[in-house]
């Protein structure tokens, strides 16, 4: 079930009214119904590898609680770890692995007979699979007690609203208030549809209606040069963060509907003068994740300099793998980590205030929206397009610029996405990295007219803008 | 939650009011919409025109009194509607009447029509007067929206055509003439449109698109079996257009004239190729960009046409 699908706008309603009705006692049972609902309407057959990744997970935590050895606590959380990581691996990383090692081995003229399964991605294994690996870490170092009731368990693994594209959620912040009393809170609830509204823009209007033109640039290369390759590489910047965190968003208003606060997953990263800012404002959860469960265990900032960074690369390297089994997605994180340890290096250090903050936020956004390349690249020789290809014609900027925007847009168009969807989203935005990252509760300080006159303009634009009859998938759905 | 539903209600009043007023507007100003001739189709129709915005701004039957016309063609509508089209509205063509079956260069070639980007925004334009049946990737939720909210179907055309409204209601488009300052711009922006955008494959190949190559020979066939004589045409353009067909895709019309030649010899169709008539290619008041003929220039090309074929 897609959160922009009128499947989901008659689901919502109905478990709202449910959980709202029902006493305390029954709320967890709702949500667990719900949820394992929500996922099976996308596949039913998949939800065995929730149950399967939930009963491990759950059993592990509870044993290694009961358990006095610390070699026998090691085991279990061996092997709860590689039985989560294989579901992972089957499904996600199998055909990778075979392929790079065929690759490998054919190198040094040794055969190996390719072997590729058929098997569909289950949307969400990454997400879910990391809050289970977090929880039962947590488990294991003793920082939260194992969940003894299955039932509650099972509904903090698959809440609905964060099941299949996160916010990862850590068990110290969403546990507790699976099993806490909820009173309504109409301010909360109000919040939480600002949050949606807000989402819905993004998604269904900015990065739905510019993907069409990323994906005819990126689906076929070969045909464009230019300055079209950067008009592409900037919708896709503006597409991906759109699409992310636009979900990200409805998922945080949804959990607000429930009387539950789910965690930031951006804050305004576009307007990052570092790129360790920008890690510090996207992706929050994963990124945090990664610093708590990689790098901190790898050694984080303690020893030399060397190791420090080689454990930054690590870190990236696998935050790129986890994005997607490609090379692609490998450089990805290899370009960032690059960067920080280039920051490190250099003593860079982001600008708080003034001039030279704006023109540092604009060197980090560039470099960004050219990593972006990697990401959104089929292969690293199509990446390597781009780059080679970009400034093709920039010796006469006039016609570089005509010609690369006729071939992908027209220039009324153009300014009509400016000034209805990219403005909106650059002020909110802006509003918010001046505010703690949070750009809808930022401009709760606005006037109540100008507040309401927002919204209803934003409401006016998703209902007569978006597509209709067509409930596209999320980007980080595949993830 | 008195307060929070409140405020629900409130929003959605609010939204729901501007959304019917928007509406409205847009049915006003819209009471023009291309569509709505297909609500009051002619019964006994002795010429009729298919095909895209070739067919649609290149036939203008004003001047022709004694005969029923009627004009199917709409704007990037490929053989597969026409077809559909056909098929629904068969009955009322007459027997021993003439349907031109406008080919465009981007006709036969491409991908899939319902993978395009603006398959949706097209599409919608059919729920209005055609049955279900005949409609490609038919949801009921977009027939609402088309019946009763056909404001909402518009994406960012909605501004669009309420600020182009404004700009020329005094002059519609068709009685423009090129603008020569940026025609061979207009010129080179359509034939890479019409012929490299969604028409190649990954390995930089021209995509032959089976369904609406096979729609033409089912259009000829439909034709036929009621005594409806099928002629094919490509419409007339301006020497800078075929210029920059062939520069823009050498090889191109070779491979276009090849599946036209692969037609006419199956099926003994007869076909006029206006594309290079040096009657029309270098006349920049017959047209309105480089490759649509404007009113003067349809009722030109339209009686012109009338005379060559219906005398052979």
Aim: charged fraction near 20%.
């Amino acid at each position: 079930m897609l959160f922009n699908s009128l499947h989901f706008a008659l689901f919502l309603p109905i478990v709202f009214t449910l959980y709202w009705i029902s006493p305390h006692r029954f709320r967890w049972m709702i949500l667990l119904l719900s949820s394992y609902y929500f996922y099976m309407s996308w596949n039913v057959k998949y939800v065995v590898l929730i149950v399967f990744t939930t009963v491990v997970s759950y059993f592990a935590a509870i044993m290694m609680e009961k358990t006095k050895s610390a070699r026998k606590k090691q085991l279990i959380l061996f092997v709860s770890l590689l039985l989560c990581l294989s579901t992972l691996f089957v499904f996600k990383y199998f055909n990778f692995f075979f392929e790079s090692l065929s690759g490998l081995l054919s190198a040094f003229s040794i055969p190996l007979h390719p072997v590729t399964l058929n098997l569909l991605l289950p949307v969400g294994i990454s997400f879910y699979t990391f809050q289970t690996l977090s929880y039962v870490i947590d488990v294991y170092r003793g920082e939260v007690k194992a969940e003894p009731n299955l039932g509650v368990y099972a509904t903090f693994i698959s809440f609905f609203p964060q099941l299949v594209a996160g916010p990862i959620e850590r068990t110290q912040n969403l546990l507790p208030q699976i099993k806490a009393e909820h009173f309504f809170q109409s301010e909360r609830g109000i919040y939480g549809l600002k949050l949606m509204v807000w989402g819905y823009f993004k998604k269904v209007i900015v990065a739905d209606t510019i993907a069409v033109y990323v994906d005819k640039v990126y689906g076929m290369l070969p045909e464009y040069h230019g300055f079209s390759l950067v008009l592409a590489t900037l919708f896709f910047t503006l597409q991906i963060y759109c699409d992310f965190s636009g979900y990200s968003d409805i998922a945080r208003g949804t959990a607000e509907l429930l009387d539950i606060d789910l965690m930031r997953n951006f804050a305004s990263p576009y307007f990052s003068a570092s790129v360790k800012e920008f890690w510090s404002r996207w992706h929050i959860s994963l990124s945090t994740w990664f610093r708590d469960y990689v790098y901190i265990p790898l050694g984080g900032n303690r020893g030399s300099k060397i190791r420090r960074y080689w454990n930054l690369l690590v870190t990236f390297l696998v935050s790129g793998l986890w994005h997607g089994a490609n090379g692609t997605f490998v450089a990805w994180g290899g370009v960032h980590a690059l960067a920080q340890i280039a920051e490190y290096g250099l003593r860079i250090k982001a600008p708080k205030t003034g001039f030279s903050r704006c023109l540092r936020v604009l060197m980090v956004f560039c470099f960004v929206a050219l990593a972006w390349v990697f990401f959104r690249a089929e292969s690293m020789s199509d990446a390597f397009y781009v780059f080679l290809h970009m400034l093709d014609g920039a010796t006469h900027p006039v016609r570089y610029l005509r010609d690369g925007l006729g071939v992908v847009i027209s220039v009324k168009r153009l300014a009509l996405f400016c000034a209805l969807y990219f403005a909106p989203l650059g002020i909110v935005d802006y509003w918010g990295a001046k505010n703690g990252g949070d750009g809808i509760a930022a401009i709760e300080v606005w006037p109540r007219v100008f507040r309401w006159s927002f919204y209803v303009v934003i409401g006016l634009i998703i209902l007569f803008f978006s597509k209709k009859g067509v409930a596209t998938e999320f980007v980080y759905f595949q993830f | 939650m008195k307060k929070f539903l409140t405020t629900l209600f409130l929003y959605f009043l609010i939204v729901g009011s501007i959304t019917v007023a928007i509406n409205g507007a847009y049915l006003m100003v819209a009471e023009d919409d291309v569509t709505e001739r297909f609500l009051n189709v002619p019964d006994q129709i002795q010429i009729s025109t298919f095909g895209s915005s070739h067919g649609e701004c290149g036939f203008d039957y004003e001047d022709v009194t004694d005969k029923i016309c009627f004009n199917f063609s709409l704007t990037a509508q490929f053989p597969s509607y026409d077809y559909r089209l056909m098929r629904y509205y068969g009955d009322k063509l007459a027997a021993g009447g003439t349907a031109y079956l406008v080919v465009s260069y981007f006709s036969l070639f491409g991908i899939d029509e319902t993978k395009t980007e603006t398959f949706a925004s097209k599409n919608a334009r059919y729920y209005s007067f055609l049955p279900p049946e005949y409609i490609k990737e038919y949801d009921w939720k977009t027939s609402l929206f088309a019946k009763y909210f056909p404001s909402m179907t518009q994406g960012e055309d909605l501004l669009l055509i309420f600020m182009q409204r404004s700009a020329t209601t005094e002059t519609d488009n068709r009685d423009r003439t090129v603008n020569t300052e940026t025609l061979e711009h207009d010129a080179h922006d359509r034939s890479r449109a019409h012929l490299i955008v969604e028409k190649l494959d990954n390995s930089g190949a021209r995509i032959r698109n089976q369904e609406e190559i096979t729609s033409l020979y089912e259009m000829i066939s439909f034709c036929r079996e009621r005594d409806v004589e099928p002629v094919l045409v490509t419409t007339p353009f301006l020497a800078e257009y075929s210029d920059a067909v062939m520069e823009t895709a050498p090889g191109f019309l070779e491979e276009f004239h090849d599946i036209i030649r692969e037609i006419t010899t199956t099926t003994g169709v007869r076909y006029y190729d206006y594309s290079a008539d040096s009657r029309f290619i270098h006349d920049y008041s017959l047209f309105m960009n480089s490759d649509h003929l404007n009113r003067t220039g349809a009722r030109k090309f339209t009686n012109l046409l009338l005379q060559e074929t219906l005398q052979s």
